[in-house]
């Protein structure tokens, strides 16, 4: 999935500000560097075509682990990033920019792996959407393996993308009355309307 | 997805199309493995050159080879199955081709039926042209009625007109002429010595020239 693409990831210059890696304080710095870190993670999963963030590798990457400033976000600390990105903006969040995935931790519990939405499902559902509309296959079975894999949508920001990212945005479709997911696990497939 | 209430939408066509396009998908899947594996061989079989197992080498050279008459054998077999989910699916095109046509053949009929066939607009048309001559027929006779009785009526007051018009032009001058003065028609040579000058003279010719023109 982390296709590691030409260009290297250009980081932004508060990653070379060692009081980033530092939780603040004060209130306000703490939500302008929560909201930097936010940034920042989404500007690196879709650099990275990444949907879902373990952070236990997480850590230990450029991400989190700044080698030149010998500085890092440990684990606690990248997880309350996590949390706030959770979170809405009216809780005082990230705006929902990621989300836990249950019980995919394993061994490692809770809040090991996230989603990171720097599309949220609603928005990959209008992109799909759009695609969908632009290439006239409305009323179209369209496997989602073919969605994600099909020479078709080579093309598209979607292609490659994370199934399980793809079935909830899918799904968002389904709820807008747009689409129909129907078929056996594994290999549904979607209808567009 | 807790939305079935809303899966009739999807039919027993749109099935047999997804079957079709997940056997494509399985058989696209196939076909990267077996690219991946005619890949491992190829470098399977340089390594043994490399190691001088000429036996080992050819046998993976071997094995790569049947793996590509496999990859023939699936690009094949996935043609056909792409060419069939493009032809069930152009078949549902036509299905809803002749859907329209029928619907619209149906309106058609129903119109129609409304107008009531030809024999209907036949009769209509029947209808109106009696209806016209008979309307001749009645303003004809309505003409003939008036020349009857009152072309003469007619007739007569055409004539009044005509004599007003005319009556003016030949009363006028019999009116007009006892209320002019006399003129002086005649001994107008006698004045002409006490009136010597020139320029006055042509006026009056003029006005002896004028009273005929005026009297006739």
């Known amino acids: ?193 | 997805m807790g939305n079935t209430s809303s899966s009739p939408k999807i039919s027993s066509q749109d099935r047999a199309i997804l079957d079709l396009k997940n056997q494509r998908d399985k058989l696209k899947q196939y076909r990267k493995r077996i690219t991946v594996l005619t890949d491992r061989e190829t470098q399977i079989a340089k390594e043994c050159l490399a190691q001088n197992d000429r036996r080992r080498a050819l046998l993976a050279l071997r094995r790569k080879k049947y793996q590509e008459s496999l990859l023939d054998k699936t690009d094949g077999q996935l043609a056909q199955l792409e060419q069939i989910a493009s032809q069930v699916e152009f078949a549902l095109v036509q299905k809803d081709v002749m859907f329209g046509l029928q619907q619209g053949t149906e309106v058609l009929k129903a119109i129609n039926k409304e107008m009531g066939g030809i024999e209907g607009v036949e009769r209509l048309m029947g209808e109106t042209e009696d209806a016209r001559a008979y309307q001749e027929e009645i303003s004809q006779m309505l003409e003939g009625n008036l020349t009857n009785q009152d072309e003469e009526d007619v007739e007569e007051e055409l004539l009044a007109l005509q004599r007003q018009v005319a009556e003016p032009k030949v009363a006028e001058p019999k009116v007009a002429t006892p209320n002019l003065p006399n003129a002086p028609n005649n001994a107008l040579p006698a004045p002409e010595e006490t009136e010597v000058e020139t320029p006055e003279e042509p006026t009056r010719t003029k006005t002896k020239t004028r009273m005929p023109a005026l009297a006739a």
């Open chain 1, 1 to 193: 999935m982390a296709t590691p693409a030409a260009a290297p990831f250009q980081f932004p210059p508060t990653y070379n500000f060692p009081p980033f890696f530092t939780p603040q304080p004060n209130t306000n710095t703490r939500e302008a560097q929560l909201q930097k870190w936010s940034s920042l993670i989404q500007a690196w999963c879709r650099h990275h075509r990444q949907y879902r963030l373990s952070l236990v590798e997480a850590v230990d990457s450029p991400l989190f682990h700044n080698a030149a400033l010998r500085k890092r976000l440990d684990l606690r600390e990248a997880r309350s990033v996590i949390d706030w990105m959770t979170k809405s903006e009216e809780e005082g969040g990230g705006g929902r920019r990621a989300e836990w995935i249950d019980g995919s931790g394993g061994s490692q519990g809770p809040k090991a792996v996230a989603w990171v939405w720097w599309r949220r499902p609603e928005e990959w559902a209008d992109v799909v959407a759009d695609w969908v509309e632009g290439t006239g296959q409305k009323g179209a079975v369209l496997t989602v393996y073919e969605l994600l894999q099909g020479e078709a949508t080579e093309s598209q920001e979607f292609y490659g993308m994370d199934n399980e990212a793809m079935m909830k945005t899918l799904n968002i479709l389904v709820k807008r009355g747009k689409a129909q997911v129907f078929g056996s696990e594994g290999q549904e497939g979607v209808k567009f309307f």
